[in-house]
Each structure stands twice: as C-alpha cells, then as structure tokens.
C-alpha cells in the first residue's frame, strides 16, 4: 500500500509549491527492493500555485485537516488557498508591511499573522474576517505559534521578546526577555508545558504556564533562525546560520547530534507527524530530510552525482559504502536507507572502496581512484586516517586481508601493492600480468591473492614470496572482477565476454561456464555459504547463480544503467549494486 502526502514548500519567487510524497514498498523484479522510501527521493512536483502574491512568500503553512494552506506575503497580505486547486479562496488584508509568519489555531477556526508592522493579527477561517489586532511588541514581529490547546499565541519580535496572548480576547499574559538578540522562532511543546525560542546563538526553554526560563542549548556558533518540538515531546531541533541542524534532548537541553550538509543558513526545521524524520531548508537553496533515529541523510543525497562504481559492506550489515566517478565516498544507514557521511578528499574518480572488520583501531574504510592513490578512513568518524602512495596509474580495486593487517591495491600500472595496514608501509609488490589489474581479492586463509586483467587472464600469487602460482586462461575479453569463494575451493570471474566461468582453486581447472548476459560482466560476488554467486552487468542486470550447478537462479532488473558493482550482506540475505544510473540499490526479501 503506497501512502500519499502533500508538502509545501515556502518560495522568494511568489509562488506557494506543492509536493506529493510517495511512500511504501516498491519492488524491483522477484526481490523486494528495500529503498521503500520513507523516502521524499520520490517527491514528484503536483501542484503550482502561481497567481495572487505580487511580492516574496515569506511563510505557509496547512489547515488542520490538510485542506488548506495559508500564505504571508511581502505584498502584505495573507491568502488562503484550498489545497486541491490553484487560485485562492480569499485574501486577508489589514498588515502594513511584510506578512512573515502565518499558523493555523489547531481547531482550524483561526488564522495568526504575524507582520513587520510589528502586530500580529487574528482572522476567521470561515469567511476571513479580522478578529483582532495584538500590539504590544516594539519591532518586527517574526514568528508565531498557537498553544496545543489553541487558548494561547506566543510571538517572536527582533524587539528580543517573545509574548504570549490569551487567544479568545487578546490578552498579553506575559512577556519573556531575551538576553541577546532578536527572536527568530517560538514553538509550543506538544503538551504545551514549555515553549522555545531561538536567537542569536541560542535556544531557550521557558515555562508555560509562569515564564520562568528552564534552561539554555549553546552549542551554535551563529544565529538560530529556526526550532521546532518533535511529536513526542522528547526533542528540540533547530537550524542555524552556522550551516548547521542540531538535535537536542528536551528535559536537560543535551547536545544529541548535529546534522551537517547544507552550505549556507539552515533557516527552517520541522519534524514528520510521527516523528521519524527531520526536514531542514537552508539558503542554499536545498531542502534536507533525515532520519531521526540517527541523523543520517535520507533525501536529498539518496544518489550520487555520477557512475557508481563499488560497493562494500560493514561487517555487521548495519552500514555500507559507496564510491563513485563523482569523487566521493558515501557512508549509508541500511535500517534508515540513508546517507550517513559524505567523504570528499579524491581529486580523481573512485573506482573501489573497502570495508575492513573492527580491529585494535575499530573499523575502517579504503578508497581508491583515479588519482593513484589510497585513502583510509576511520569509518566511526569518517577522519582521515592516511594516504597511501605507490601506485603510477589508476587503483582499480581493493581488498582488505581477512585478518586485516593488510590492504591489497590493483592499479592499471600492472601491479597489486601489499600495505601494512597500522603504518600505512608498502610491504611487497606483485607483478606478472602484462596489462592493467582490474580485480583482487584474498584467498580466505590469506594465504594467496587472485587478480583478474584486461589482458583476458588471471593470475594466483603467494603472499610470502611473491612468486605466481598459476595463470588461469579462456576469457576472450578484459577479465573485469574476480572473487574467492568463502570455503577457500573456487574462484569465480567475469569478463567482457559477457560469461562467468568457475575455476578450481587448486588446480586452475575450468569448472563452469555461465552463459547469460547480453554485456559485459563488471562485478562478481560469492554469497557467504559460498553457494551461490551474484553478477552485476551492462547489461543492466544483476543475476544470482546456483554456484554448484551454474544455472540462473534469478535476475534483478531495475537499474537503468550498466551496474557496475555487487556486494553481499555479511548475513547473506540482502544485496547492494551500485550502477551507471547514479544509484546505489538494496535488494532483499520482503518483509
């Protein structure tokens, strides 16, 4: 069942924007595909709203029951539009200046506008009558709030108060001093006990009901243009000029995370109904939505901006990485199907990344690229950890040992290097293939190391010596990936002859052909029972095999591009494939 959402988007070219949010299960062939979006990656654009505002729209906002939305103005005026069709239903006139604010009382039966003319003004929805006028404050008036109970109106003022009104007669009940600068934002808790304030670089609390102030969030390093309660009364989060989104825990104003990502000031958070997702607007032009539970990106940022090219799984399964011809990493949330990290520092295409297990160090993540070089990184804190130089050609792909005490590097330069893993030293070269290496990978026992090349062969070498064991023929093209099956007995390769064939690992012997894709084969995977292999394609697909029989098992179709690498989950029951279409795609079961 695929859910529909409306979203509204505020605008400086006077339009009011609506979008449809689509979310649900989708599906990509026999496997369900696990991007069933929570996701505003399927925002589609539904409605514009053209006509009516002759200045900037400075705020919106939805009735109630979503069948309505409000809008303030720079031509001062508010308009209330009927959120199905595009011209408005009426105008509400009376401010003299710019309308900045506008909300909905909860019942629905009341409109708030709040004005640099320095009054907020009360309307009836029903007809759009004014109601009243509260004046009090001695500068613009920025925002706007109704209580949970709709019988109170707090305001925000660059006077550095913020007010709060009896909403039935007008009242001002009490006015809060602000110690610094103006006040941005205000907003209610959702049981209506406290109400926040943003300023200068800080959020305060205050208490509801006799305005004593409760405490103080002071991690900001500019100003807080925006703050906003999650559903649940447990959270604060705010945006601020530092090009930051900042989560707060609400009973003792502790510093949760900070959200990174937009390039100019966060001016505007709001959380999901249900509190599962935070959606941040900046000046940069860009709207953000993440996962509450833990921060990682959900939209945009679901794409890289070019090919991917490799794919890689943390050992738990909880996390993968991606890199890509758009020169950077990116760290994913599998629960939260979302961007955690993006990581900047290639100045070439990365054509391979390498997720190690936890060592003395904790885990970290290899990247490779066109560059000629290596970069590790702590994969908790997405640092930097070294470079590693060596190579004099591209690095086409990277495989940790399986104790992780080394890094193997195939470059187009004809060679795989052997790193020490802890000082970053080269430890030994392997050479033998007389053209580029384009895949390697560890034998399980790390004992030896198998690497495929254009030059249509493989190759088997000894750690320890150095010395090539054996040279495995019959592609007819580059051979593209290769990969060691988990019980140590096989070797699997794809070329650009468009076949997989399976070897014998001890022998060299040719075990099986597998005839089947239209492209060349670009990645192959073992599963962890080593009992069946996934291959990726230009061809657009993903295929899964009966490794012992070699036959078809099954094949992914969705991509709209040649895919350019597979991974297997360390549990065996998901995949990840990363393609020319710029995805980077999770299949599984269905839950």
């Not at 187009?412 to 895949?439: F, M, N, Q």
């Not at 099956?485 to 390769?493: E, G």
Request: hydrophobic fraction near 35%; glycine fraction near 10%.
């Amino acid at each position: 069942m695929k859910k529909y959402f409306m979203r509204v988007a505020q605008s400086l070219n006077k339009v009011v924007v609506v979008w449809l949010v689509l979310t649900g299960v989708g599906a990509y062939g026999p496997v369900g595909y696990a991007d069933a979006c929570n996701s505003v990656a399927a925002w589609e654009q539904l409605s514009t709203f053209p006509s009516g505002h002759t200045d900037y729209v400075r705020s919106v906002a939805w009735s109630p029951d979503g069948t309505q939305l409000a809008s303030g103005s720079g031509d001062r005026t508010v308009r209330v539009w009927a959120a199905d069709d595009e011209r408005p239903q009426r105008t509400l006139t009376g401010h003299t200046s710019d309308v900045t604010s506008v909300a909905w009382s909860p019942d629905g039966r009341q409109l708030a506008s709040g004005s640099n003319d320095r009054t907020v003004r009360l309307w009836a929805t029903d007809d759009g009558r004014w109601l009243r006028t509260l004046t009090g404050h001695t500068s613009n008036v920025t925002s706007v709030a109704w209580s949970p109970d709709g019988r109170l109106l707090a305001s925000g003022s660059y006077d550095r108060t913020v007010r709060v009104w009896a909403a039935d007669d007008g009242r001002l009940l009490r006015t809060l001093p602000w110690h610094g600068s103006a006040v941005t934002s205000v907003a209610w808790s959702p049981d209506g006990t406290q109400l926040a304030s943003a300023g200068d670089r800080t959020v305060r609390v205050w208490a509801a009901d006799d305005g004593r102030q409760l405490r103080t969030l002071t991690w900001h390093t500019s100003w807080v243009y925006s703050v906003a309660w999650s559903p649940d009364n447990m959270q604060l989060a705010s945006g601020s000029g530092d090009q930051t989104v900042r989560v707060w825990v609400a009973d003792d104003g502790m510093l949760l995370r900070t959200l990174t990502g937009h390039t100019s000031d966060v001016t505007s958070v709001a959380w999901s109904p249900d509190g599962t997702q935070l959606a941040s607007g900046s000046s940069d032009r860009g709207v953000r939505v993440w996962a509450a539970k833990d921060g990682a990106l959900l939209w945009p940022g679901t794409r890289h901006t070019a090919s991917v090219r490799s794919v890689a799984w943390a050992s738990d399964g909880a996390q993968a990485v991606s890199g890509s011809y758009d020169r950077t990493i990116k760290t994913w949330s599998v629960a939260s199907e979302g961007v955690r990290r993006t990581q900047t520092a290639h100045v070439g295409w990365v054509r391979s990344v390498a997720w190690s297990r936890p060592g003395r160090d904790g885990a970290q993540i290899a990247s490779g690229a066109e560059d000629t070089t290596i970069k590790i990184w702590d994969a908790e804190t997405g640092l930097l950890v070294r470079t590693l130089n060596g190579h004099t050609n591209y690095v086409t792909s990277l495989a940790w040992s399986p104790d992780g005490t080394q890094m193997a590097s195939g470059s187009r330069d004809r060679t795989i290097k052997l790193w020490e893993t802890d000082s970053g030293a080269l430890l030994r070269t392997l050479t033998g293939h007389s053209a580029p290496v384009t895949s390697i990978a560890w034998s399980p026992d790390g004992a030896q190391i198998v690497g495929g090349s254009t030059n249509q062969t493989i190759k088997t070498w000894d750690i320890k010596t150095g010395e090539v064991l054996r040279t495995f023929t019959g592609h007819t093209n580059s051979v593209n990936s290769v990969a060691w099956s988990p019980d140590s007995s096989k070797i699997v390769s794809g070329s650009s002859d468009r076949l997989l064939k399976i070897w014998e690992a001890a022998t060299g012997e040719l075990l099986h052909t597998l005839t089947g894709h239209t492209d060349a084969v670009n990645a192959v995977v073992w599963s962890p029972d080593s009992s069946k292999i996934a291959s990726a394609s230009a061809d657009r697909s993903i295929k899964l095999w009966d490794a012992g029989a070699g036959e078809v098992l099954r094949t992914l179709t969705g991509h709209t591009g040649g895919v350019n690498a597979v991974a297997w989950s360390p549990d065996g029951c998901k995949l990840l494939s990363g393609s020319d279409d710029r995805d980077v795609v999770l299949w599984g079961p269905r839950p």
